[in-house]
């Protein structure tokens, strides 16, 4: 199975200010004859269902705000958000969904400091 | 616009059944592989199951394989969760999800619903 370790646990960001966050597989999630990373990343905020951010690594949903991106690839990614809003206060899970097993990271707790 | 609504959750002892529905709208239910993921209290996403657009193939985590059961009745746009031989540890909210292409297999979650509470309790 694909290990997936999301860092930190937590963190506390002012408002306005760069938060980011790193997701690693243990195995790369990158499908060579696409060259795609089958990485996802959702926010959840208590009391709902996660709410899809990006796929693809770097490929935002649509309405997502663009303060919101990823990057990375093969088995290293990053969630940045450029200017944290009081609205982003959630949990965060990167997801690979290359091969079943799927798995999620352990989830980043966004707050504000 | 796309709807996905669980039903069916409750509280059961362990060892007894529960079989969860999700309803879907608002989409060609039966152009999308469909999958549940849970969420046991205060903890992060776990995936479950997952089923093909034509109900084709059929994939389990290991904590669940040989336990539950999905499946889908394309007339009426439905996903189901048979679970049988319940246990504390599947105490969980249960989501169904919608993959984000249609006929696919492998991409990420673009619809999810709003769960459905199981809980697992003597």
């Known amino acids: 199975d694909i290990v997936v370790t999301q860092s930190p646990d937590s963190l506390a960001v002012s408002l306005g200010e760069r938060a980011t966050i790193n997701c690693k597989s243990s195995q790369s999630v990158l499908f060579s004859s696409n060259n795609k990373s089958y990485l996802a990343w959702y926010q959840q905020k208590p009391g709902q269902p996660p709410k899809p951010l990006i796929y693809?690594?770097?490929t935002r949903e649509s309405g997502v705000p663009e303060r919101f991106s990823g990057s990375g690839s093969g088995t290293d990614f990053t969630l940045t958000i450029s200017r944290l809003q009081a609205e982003d206060v959630a949990v965060y899970y990167c997801q690979q969904y290359h091969v079943t097993p799927l798995t999620f990271g352990g989830g980043t707790k966004v707050e504000i400091k | 616009q796309v709807q996905l609504v669980e039903s069916g959750g409750g509280v059961v002892q362990p060892g007894g059944s529960l079989r969860l529905s999700c309803a879907a709208s608002?989409?060609?239910?039966?152009?999308?592989?469909m999958h549940w993921v849970r969420q046991a209290p205060g903890k992060g996403l776990e995936w479950v199951a997952f089923?093909?657009?034509?109900?084709?193939?059929?994939d389990y985590a290991d904590s669940v394989k040989g336990r539950f059961t999905i499946s889908r009745v394309k007339s009426k746009n439905t996903l189901y969760l048979q679970m049988n031989s319940l246990r504390d540890e599947d105490t969980a909210v249960y989501y169904c999800?919608?993959?984000?292409?249609?006929?696919?297999?492998?991409?990420?979650?673009?619809?999810w619903g709003q769960g459905a509470l199981v809980i697992v309790s003597s």
């Open positions: 999800a919608r993959v984000g292409n249609n006929w696919g297999d492998l991409y990420h979650f673009d619809y």
């Open positions: 608002g989409f060609s239910f039966n152009n999308y592989a």
């Open positions: 693809w690594a770097s």
């Open positions: 089923i093909r657009y034509d109900g084709s193939r059929t």
